[in-house]
């Protein structure tokens, strides 16, 4: 199964953090599944990090990618079909960058690993 991180869920699952559900912990770990993180998720990331709004245990230019490569975890890019779909999408959240997530999710037609609840008002599966 093909499967998109939400920001929190890729952060909880890297920082083996408790408020990342067993489920989601499980699926994450599959080594069968095929597990996508957003350049928007990164982008977000390297906001907060970069304002202080968020810390990391290292640098974020080194630790970033060294989870991605750890993790088995891919990029997903952001696409033309993923922004066209974006500006179609009803505010149930107005959250840009999970607004984004959504947006690629329901162009790639995987589930979200997500406990965000506004993300179950759209046609998406979410995994919590």
């Given amino acids: 199964m093909r499967l998109l991180l939400d920001t929190h869920s890729f952060l909880w699952y890297i920082e ?20 996508l993180l957003s350049i928007g998720s990164l ?7 970069g304002i ?19 993790n088995e975890i891919d990029v997903l ?4 079909p993923h922004l066209a779909t974006y500006t179609e999408l009803p505010f149930y959240h107005r959250d840009p960058f999970d607004r ?5 999710a329901m162009v790639e037609d995987i589930p979200v690993v997500s406990r ?4 179950q008002e759209y046609s998406i599966d979410v995994i919590w």
Wanted: glycine share 2%; aromatic share 8%.
């Fill in 16 to 35: 083996d953090d408790d408020k990342l559900s067993r489920r989601a912990e499980q699926i994450i770990s599959n080594i069968d599944n095929e597990v």
């Fill in 43 to 49: 982008w977000e990331i390297a906001i907060k990090y």
């Fill in 52 to 70: 202080g709004k968020l810390s990391l245990s290292r640098a974020f230019s080194e630790f970033i990618p060294e989870q991605l490569l750890i």
């Fill in 77 to 80: 890019p952001i696409s033309l």
């Fill in 100 to 104: 984004l997530i959504i947006a690629q």
């Fill in 116 to 119: 965000d609840r506004p993300f």
